[in-house]
């Protein structure tokens, strides 16, 4: 269980570090992506999986990072700062 809460707490890490990367930049919303912003991100998300599963490569330590990262966007969604 211990790991699975490292994944977690690991996935809102990377999660809040590339939402606030994205807003340092000035990029609000997604209409305001170009085609080369959105490679960046799908490349940084490629490239930080790795930091934010480590060496599990199971279905549940996936799904955790998932759900971590769910809950993340819904909380930030939530607060109208970042809308």
Do not use: P
Request: hydrophobic share 60%; proline share 0%.
């Amino acid at each position: 269980m211990e790991g699975y809460v490292l994944i977690a707490l690991k996935s809102i890490a990377v999660y809040v570090f590339i939402v606030a990367a994205i807003r340092l930049f000035g990029k609000r919303e997604f209409a305001q992506l170009s085609v080369v912003d959105v490679v960046f991100i799908l490349l940084i998300s490629n490239s930080v999986q790795t930091a934010m599963v480590g060496e599990d490569a199971s279905l549940v330590g996936g799904l955790v990072a998932a759900l971590a990262l769910f809950l993340m966007n819904f909380l930030f969604k939530k607060d109208n700062n970042f809308q």
